[in-house]
């Protein structure tokens, strides 16, 4: 049982450049987060997923988009990439059923925009 | 504003010692409080939830605690080791949607040193 994987590990991406960072999770979550952590500060959500077929933005969206076309798969884009993009990425996932659910999280994606 | 407060920003202690992490919050309405460890490089992954009515919880040589009334939580680890030397994160869910956002606290980063 892999949990949640993150792809790639880390990135080193030019200005302007463009990527996609898959998140596959395998427990058959509901829900499905992006966020972001940058040095003392806490993580914060860029897009959400309920369900296949559904997306969200959350409180940092502006630069990124996301697609959730497979259940198990959620994809963050950034279409024009910015120094300011320069973070740490993790993906999240758990299972509908109430608050009390836990999150899993991936390894973390390090990206640099240089 | 939903916020979540921690301190100390980091803390060094000596192996075997006992150390407590506080968080203060002033999410509403709160469903639930979760402390998360955060190795580095790593995910965060869950130590232990706290509900409304409960007030300690243990898991291991952490132990939480939870006042809902004065909005404040601590996460006590008592003999610590080496192993412990990670960020440690407050996380607290709303309960205002089905979605259940999560608030992060920016962490307590704890060296424990031989």
């Known amino acids: 049982n892999a949990g949640v994987t993150q792809t790639p590990k880390f990135r080193v991406l030019k200005t302007g450049q463009s990527m996609t960072l898959l998140c596959a999770q395998d427990?058959?979550?509901?829900?499905m987060y992006w966020y972001r952590q940058d040095p003392g500060m806490g993580l914060r959500l860029i897009h959400y997923?309920?369900?296949?077929?559904?997306?969200a933005k959350g409180e940092v969206p502006d630069g990124y988009n996301v697609s959730r076309l497979k259940k198990q798969n959620f994809l963050l884009g950034l279409e024009s990439a910015a120094p300011s993009q320069t973070s740490v990425y993790f993906c999240?996932?758990?299972?509908?059923?109430?608050?009390?659910?836990?999150?899993?999280f991936g390894q973390g994606t390090r990206l640099t925009v240089v | 504003k939903n916020q979540v407060e921690q301190s100390p920003q980091s803390l060094i202690i000596l192996e075997g010692k006992n150390c407590t992490l506080q968080?203060?919050?002033?999410?509403?309405?709160?469903?639930?409080l979760r402390w998360y460890k955060q190795d580095t490089g790593r995910g965060p992954v869950s130590l232990t939830i706290?509900?409304?009515?409960?007030n300690t919880k243990s898991n291991g040589r952490y132990t939480a605690t939870l006042d809902a009334d004065t909005k404040q939580s601590s996460l006590h680890i008592t003999a610590s080791q080496l192993s412990d030397s990670a960020s440690y994160i407050c996380?607290?869910?709303?309960?205002?949607?089905?979605?259940?956002?999560?608030?992060f606290g920016s962490g307590t980063r704890l060296l424990v040193r031989p």
């Open positions: 968080c203060n919050y002033t999410v509403s309405p709160f469903s639930n």
């Open positions: 427990m058959n979550h509901e829900y």
């Open positions: 999240a996932s758990r299972p509908r059923e109430t608050g009390n659910t836990e999150a899993f």
């Open positions: 996380v607290v869910s709303r309960s205002m949607d089905s979605s259940y956002k999560l608030i």
């Open positions: 997923s309920v369900g296949e077929g559904t997306t």
């Open positions: 706290m509900t409304f009515s409960e």
